[in-house]
């Protein structure tokens, strides 16, 4: 078989194009499709083929050289190369490729695409970032630099990157400056490198995690989480699986904890792209996948993949987008994706966005702010968790999608409490405990379920929201502990009587950071409201007055006093 150079090898399956970048001509390389046997769009003349473990390179020369293949590349993924065959004979090839014993599968290098509808009126509001509550969640916390969310996409406009100047005389956009993006790597053999010339990877950076607090343009979900530049599309917004791939596994090897991928594309669930994100998943990273915008039930290829964390767009009405693609299952979770406003590939804030492109980044950044939140000791699984059991539940969810959309402020909640959190409490006044839960993550809504110890009933009713925190106590003076809830957002108290239809409590006290600690600190016979906060009790008490009870330091955790 031919051995020829990188720049040749690189060079098949592609064709030359001339793109213009704010207002200059640029020469590079994209993709030459074909469509393979199944219909779908491939690279032209390539192949990803998985040798059997224990192929040698003679066996996979020969295997090649079987189908006339003028060019081979390893791919990062164990034993699978990309074989260049004539354009035009995918599916000769792969047949004679199936029939050999040393190859264990042969598939065709499909493309997938950029996601996104430019929207030419700018939309100066970035209204998502209030949609979702960021700024409430930012309370909690900003995130942290040790956190790497990796953007694969066609390329990111950054210092590191680039040699384009912005508006402003200097290199790279000015909410991602200031080693904002720690690492970067072109996958797609462009002549420009790693650099955006589709303007869409700059715009997906930006929402994950533009410079944020710095005075200068918009604001990132993630705040202070870094990012890494994975360049898997061309300068026209198109990758293959082999470029994809490649990306997934160089940005888990390299420390990303999160991965957005804002593309997708028709082909159906490929072993290659389900390698690379079982990949990416047993090493602990969360990937976060646009579910496409063709507006069908059928979401993208990528985004149906085992272990991804798939998403819709929703507009400011919290109404699915009419282009989003969509799936009662397979799509988990909703994300702004209508009007998004943020960097763009020449430096400054050029107009508005839509897409299930859009959606996607404000999940990443959120995962890295709940990687943060959660700590060193948490799991990816834990963040996914977290993010689709705090989503609200808004019009469609189990419809369009099996959680809800995105809610920062109450995925900040996810290191206090848990679903099923165990409450025991003496539910019926027989003087013993009863053991019971409070699930937030419940499919028909958060459900209260606490039969009484040694039979005889049980509380079951359905009510409360997304980030609340169980309080159960007497709160009406009857001997028996209330279903109630404290919602950290705003300081709401609200529960029900043991009958589960009477209100025992309703009132606000309390804010974003206290820990609830309920129980009888006067002597009415009442639950007062009271809160932990800075190392002092306080609340009001039924029996009036206040209390005001400094104990300890802020970083004390108080001793659960919530007993009826």
């Given at each position: 078989m031919p051995s020829p150079s990188p720049e040749a090898?690189?060079?098949?399956?592609?064709?030359?194009?001339?793109?213009?970048?704010?207002?200059?001509?640029?020469?590079?390389?994209?993709?030459?499709?074909?469509?393979?046997?199944?219909?779908?769009?491939a690279r032209a003349g390539s192949l990803i083929v998985k040798y059997r473990r224990g192929t040698d390179q003679r066996a996979r020369q020969a295997a090649a050289q079987s189908v006339g293949a003028v060019a081979a590349e390893k791919l990062l993924l164990p034993d699978t190369e990309r074989i260049q065959v004539r354009p035009g004979a995918l599916g000769q090839a792969m047949a004679a490729l199936k029939g050999r014993a040393d190859v264990e599968y042969v598939e065709?290098?499909?493309?997938?695409?950029?996601?996104?509808?430019?929207?030419d009126p700018r939309f100066p509001e970035m209204w998502g970032m209030a949609k979702i509550k960021a700024p409430q969640a930012w309370d909690a916390t900003r995130g942290s630099v040790a956190i790497k969310a990796a953007v694969l996409d066609c390329g990111v406009f950054e210092p590191g990157s680039s040699t384009f100047t912005a508006p402003d005389g200097q290199v790279g956009h000015p909410d991602l400056r200031n080693n904002k993006v720690v690492d970067r790597?072109?996958?797609?053999?462009?002549?420009?490198?790693?650099?955006?010339?589709?303007?869409?990877?700059?715009?997906?950076?930006?929402?994950?995690?533009?410079?944020?607090?710095?005075?200068?343009?918009?604001?990132?979900v993630g705040f202070n989480t870094s990012l890494m530049n994975g360049k898997v599309l061309d300068d026209s917004g198109s990758g293959t699986t082999t470029m994809v791939s490649n990306g997934i596994v160089w940005a888990t090897d390299n420390?990303?904890?999160?991965?957005?991928?804002?593309?997708?594309?028709?082909?159906?669930?490929?072993?290659?792209?389900?390698?690379?994100?079982?990949?990416?998943?047993?090493?602990?990273?969360?990937?976060?996948?646009?579910?496409?915008n063709n507006g069908t039930g059928t979401p993208s290829n990528w985004s149906v993949r085992n272990y991804t964390l798939a998403v819709a767009a929703t507009d400011s009405n919290d109404v699915k987008a009419s282009f989003s693609q969509y799936h009662a299952t397979q799509v988990e979770v909703a994300a702004p994706g209508v009007g998004i406003l943020s960097t763009d590939y020449l430096g400054g804030y050029d107009g508005t966005f839509n897409g299930t492109s859009m959606a996607t980044p404000h999940v990443a950044g959120l995962a890295g702010l709940?990687?943060?939140?959660?700590?060193?000791?948490?799991?990816?699984?834990?963040?996914?968790?977290?993010?689709?059991?705090?989503?609200?539940?808004?019009?469609?969810?189990?419809?369009?999608?099996?959680?809800?959309?995105?809610?920062?402020?109450?995925?900040?909640?996810?290191?206090?409490?848990?679903?099923?959190?165990?409450?025991?409490?003496?539910?019926?006044?027989?003087?013993?405990?009863?053991?019971?839960?409070?699930?937030?993550?419940?499919?028909?809504?958060?459900l209260w379920y606490v039969p009484w110890t040694g039979g005889g009933g049980q509380l079951q009713v359905w009510f409360g929201a997304s980030g609340d925190l169980p309080v159960m106590a007497d709160y009406d003076g009857d001997g028996k502990a209330d279903a109630t809830v404290w919602r950290p957002s705003s300081g709401l108290w609200y529960g029900l009587g043991n009958n589960g239809?009477?209100?025992?409590?309703?009132?606000?006290?309390?804010?974003?950071?206290?820990?609830?600690?309920?129980?009888?600190?006067?002597?009415?016979?009442?639950?007062?409201?009271?809160?932990?906060?800075?190392?002092?009790?306080?609340?009001?008490?039924?029996?009036?007055?206040?209390?005001?009870?400094?104990?300890?330091?802020?970083?004390?955790?108080?001793?659960?006093?919530?007993?009826?």
């Open positions: 090898t690189d060079a098949l399956g592609t064709k030359v194009v001339t793109i213009r970048r704010g207002g200059r001509d640029v020469e590079t390389r994209v993709l030459e499709a074909e469509r393979a046997p199944d219909g779908h769009e065709p290098d499909y493309i997938s695409r950029a996601t996104f509808t430019p929207n790597r072109d996958f797609t053999s462009s002549p420009n490198g790693p650099d955006d010339y589709c303007n869409h990877g700059t715009h997906v950076a930006g929402t994950v995690a533009a410079n944020t607090n710095n005075g200068v343009g918009v604001v990132g420390g990303a904890k999160v991965i957005n991928m804002s593309l997708g594309g028709t082909s159906g669930c490929t072993i290659t792209q389900q390698t690379a994100v079982d990949y990416a998943w047993s090493r602990g990273v969360v990937v976060v996948v646009a579910a496409g709940v990687w943060a939140r959660l700590g060193a000791g948490a799991t990816n699984q834990a963040v996914v968790d977290c993010i689709k059991n705090s989503a609200d539940r808004i019009s469609g969810t189990g419809t369009f999608w099996s959680h809800g959309r995105i809610n920062a402020q109450a995925a900040m909640t996810c290191g206090t409490t848990t679903p099923g959190r165990t409450v025991l409490y003496d539910v019926n006044g027989g003087g013993k405990a009863d053991a019971g839960v409070f699930r937030a993550a419940n499919p028909q809504g958060p239809t009477t209100v025992a409590v309703q009132q606000v006290w309390g804010q974003q950071g206290d820990v609830p600690v309920p129980a009888r600190y006067d002597a009415d016979g009442k639950a007062d409201l009271v809160v932990f906060r800075a190392g002092t009790f306080l609340g009001p008490l039924t029996g009036g007055g206040f209390l005001n009870a400094p104990r300890g330091v802020a970083s004390d955790v108080p001793i659960d006093r919530n007993q009826p």
